[in-house]
């Protein structure tokens, strides 16, 4: 499992250079916010850019518009607790990502079965 989160921790973090769209920009202060979208108009990923970097609370979407990943950068690099989320009919689930460095120190995982249901 932890692999598993290692994984979608690099590939969301890719998400941001492989990008085929271009991201709307908008001047926030001194920040520049990029919303990426999918094609079919749900936003896929937001958050800031300051002096050609990473900075602030960057946000995932899967196409449903549900919340996958939320993490922090300052100054580009990878800080503190990021958090992952994954859902399915049968479970959902919680991963905690604290980064430290730019590199993964410590990973925690929920996971919450789906309440059966009776007639």
Not at 82 to 108: A, G, P
């Amino acid at each position: 499992m932890k692999k598993l989160v290692i994984l979608t921790a690099i590939l969301f973090s890719g998400v941001v250079f492989a990008q085929d769209a271009k991201p709307v920009l908008e001047p926030f202060g001194k920040k520049l916010k990029a919303t990426y979208f999918y094609e079919n108009g749900q936003i896929q990923q937001e958050g800031y850019f300051e002096n050609g970097k990473l900075e602030g609370i960057w946000v995932s979407y899967n196409e449903a518009g549900d919340k996958i990943a939320s993490g922090e950068y300052v100054a580009g690099v990878k800080t503190g607790k990021w958090f992952f989320w994954s859902q399915n009919t049968e479970k959902s689930s919680l991963c905690e990502v604290d980064f430290s460095n730019n590199q993964i120190s410590k990973v925690k995982n929920w996971r919450q079965d789906a309440f059966a249901t009776s007639n």
